[in-house]
């Protein structure tokens, strides 16, 4: 063997014994966690990690770099002028699939943790779907601490018991419960939309609706057109949801205008399963759920993930965050308060509250789609155009425009119409 070759085999091992063995060593300084985790829910979820890990590892100052906004509208735009900067977090929130593979692994920004995912024993415990989303060309590149449903019709059941109403399960019925709503005063669709993604998320659990699971997931791949005239009668329930809506939407995030919910004010929304986990943090656990209208049977699925930015500053401190996000401990900690469901399947499902244990039904039995808001299903470059799109659509609901700017955008993501 050539002295290069010893070179590269000495620090190949080095790399796995410090992924492998860091807690042995007496963990000291900082480690910086980078997240959009500040609403009702997330940020109660993070803390739980937090305890868990200062309780291992009280030497270690948490620093808890938090930029607000749902989705990671504002995160993300802060997180890349940073990675771009040469001065990554220690650790950062990214979607498990093409957000986590085509904006930060294919561009050499992240280290593999495949090790840790063979000496943790996550690839026995992580679902193969899973799995697949934080892999690439034969690595791990990111751990995932949860798995959240976005096709969720959340209500406020007081509301529909005193009206004599149940969850509709067509956009039909929707609309005929919505007029209801609408006679005895009270709100019939509560959304926040100012951070600009609220709407896009309603309209891709819509396009699942209209599409099916199969015509949906091919909007992403170029097996389903654009052009397609369920694409239209997708824009236009999106465009008749709208006129139901709670007037200050556009001055509200996603969080604020769920008040409207819990006090009766207004009675259903969409949204993914956060939504729980803000519900419990304000003391309403007595919410309702449904999958979206015509969306029964599919799970619209994204994941949570954490992985190592390379050059960050605290190596050792991240990979046993890393740890404590992927064990048993962590997952169950997180998830309670979260409102979604752990990324590995030995956790102990009776400590949860009845919508996770419903949820982790529906996931062991539905037909799971990407979410691409979420970053699950395309490159982030086309996701913030299609955020863009929709949200202006909102404002101006000119449906053929729409359509013709969604088929551009696909094009333009190189996916061809
Ligand atoms: C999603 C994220 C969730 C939740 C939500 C609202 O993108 O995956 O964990 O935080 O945004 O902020």
Redesign the pocket.
Do not use: I
């Given at each position: 063997m050539n002295r290069n070759k010893w070179v590269s085999l000495i620090v190949s091992l080095l790399l796995v014994f410090s992924l492998s063995f860091p807690a042995f060593a007496q963990l000291k300084g900082e480690i910086e966690i980078f997240s959009?985790?500040t609403?009702g829910g997330?940020a109660e979820g993070l803390q739980a990690l937090f305890d868990i890990y200062t309780k291992k590892y009280p030497d270690v100052k948490v620093i808890n770099a938090t930029v607000a906004g749902?989705?990671?509208t504002n995160a993300k735009a802060v997180l890349k002028t940073r990675m771009l900067g040469g001065d990554p977090p220690d650790t950062f929130q990214v979607?498990a699939g093409k957000e986590l593979t085509d904006t930060w692994v294919k561009t050499g920004f992240m280290e593999p943790l495949t090790d840790l995912f063979k000496s943790e024993g996550w690839l026995k415990v992580m679902p193969k779907g899973i799995l697949d989303i934080v892999s690439y060309r034969g690595n791990y590149w990111s751990v995932p601490v949860n798995i959240?449903r976005a096709n969720v019709l959340w209500y406020n059941k007081k509301v529909f018991k005193d009206n004599g109403l149940t969850p509709p399960k067509t956009f039909d019925e929707f609309f005929k419960v919505a007029d209801a709503l609408k006679a005895k005063g009270v709100i019939p669709f509560v959304l926040g939309t100012k951070d600009g993604w609220e709407a896009a998320h309603v309209f891709e659990t819509i396009l699942i609706a209209k599409l099916g699971a199969e015509g949906y997931k091919g909007l992403w791949t170029g097996k389903t057109k654009w052009s397609n005239p369920k694409v239209t009668e997708a824009l236009e329930i999106l465009k008749k949801l709208f006129t139901y809506i709670n007037p200050d939407h556009s001055a509200a995030t996603?969080d604020e205008a769920y008040q409207y919910i819990i006090s009766g004010k207004g009675a259903m929304s969409i949204m993914?399963d956060?939504a729980a986990g803000y519900f419990f943090s304000k003391g309403y656990p007595d919410f309702g759920w449904a999958p979206v209208p015509e969306t029964a049977g599919v799970f619209d699925a994204?994941s949570?993930s954490f992985g190592l930015p390379k050059g960050c500053k605290n190596r050792d401190n991240v990979i046993a965050f890393l740890r404590v996000l992927g064990s048993k401990e962590g997952q169950e900690a997180f998830n309670i308060k979260k409102g979604s469901i752990p990324a590995r399947t030995d956790i102990n499902k009776n400590l949860f509250p009845e919508y996770q244990k419903s949820c982790m039904e529906d996931w062991m039995k539905d037909t799971i789609v990407p979410s691409v808001i979420?970053g699950a299903a395309a490159a982030e470059g086309w996701v913030t155009e299609f955020k863009d799109v929709i949200s202006l659509f909102i404002a101006r609901p000119d449906i053929s425009t729409t359509q013709k700017a969604l088929i551009q955008i696909a094009n333009r993501a190189g996916v061809k119409q």
């Open positions: 959009w985790w609403a997330e749902g989705a990671g979607h959240h996603w993914g956060w994204l949570d979420h």
